[in-house]
């Protein structure tokens, strides 16, 4: 186990709603990364918090934003949820400072209907 | 109509039996490359890594070797196990880039047979 948790587990939704998804990091640990995993593919960069900041975003609309907290965990939010934003949305931590490897959670599964 | 992103390449080894991941990669200037490994239900997890000054790297059981000049990269994977079974993915960061923002390959279900 990494140490990453992830909330809730599984979640559904209806198309226009808003979500949002929880990530507490592995102790000492100060950025997290989420990610977006549709069902066959390799998870997808979505944006990456350092010290409460957004430090980097992948190609994703800005209905999909994000805060760190100051004991590093984090939310990923998405306003108007469409279909295709069903997936597995995954949480990694990382020590910036030593850009150690990422310690990935087992995600969120979130259907959209 | 049929979504190739469902159909994952896989590989089916005998247990016992060495087996060989392989991944193209895109960007020619990629610094650094991941192996992971994604079990049913869990996050990826690290397997190993190689910088590009690097054409291979070794782990217990496993090997990566980085052929820069045709932008490929391979996992080996020594006697495999049962336990082995799980997706693999490549993943690659570009020059002056952060582990936090990989370029995940689409991946490769490995199941091995006991």
């Known amino acids: 186990e990494t140490g990453v948790t992830q909330s809730p587990t599984h979640l559904i939704k209806t198309r226009g709603q808003q979500v949002t998804l929880r990530c507490s990091s592995q102790s000492g640990h100060n950025t997290v990364s989420w990610y977006q995993q549709a069902l066959g593919q390799g998870p997808q960069f979505i944006f990456q918090?350092?010290?409460?900041?957004?430090?980097g975003r992948g190609n994703f609309p800005p209905r999909f934003s994000g805060l760190q907290f100051p004991n590093y965990s984090s939310e990923l939010n998405v306003n108007a949820l469409e279909l295709d934003d069903s997936a597995l949305y995954l949480c990694?931590?990382?020590?910036?400072?030593?850009?150690?490897?990422?310690?990935f959670g087992s995600g969120t599964q979130l259907s959209v209907l | 109509g049929e979504s190739v992103g469902l159909h994952l390449p896989t590989l089916s080894v005998q247990e016992g039996d060495n087996s060989i991941i392989n991944c193209a990669y895109s960007n020619s200037a990629s610094d650094y490359f991941i192996w992971y490994k994604q079990e049913s239900g869990k996050g990826p997890q690290f397997i190993i890594d190689i910088r590009s000054n690097m054409d291979k790297r070794q782990g217990q059981r496993v090997t990566v070797l980085l052929n820069k000049t045709v932008k490929h990269l391979s996992l080996q994977i020594a006697a495999t196990q049962p336990g082995d079974s799980a997706v693999y993915f490549c993943a690659e960061i570009p020059y002056g880039g952060s582990q936090g923002n990989l370029i995940f390959g689409k991946g490769t279900k490995l199941s091995v047979k006991p």
């Open positions: 990694a931590s990382s020590l910036k400072e030593v850009n150690e490897k990422l310690f």
């Open positions: 918090y350092y010290r409460e900041e957004e430090n």
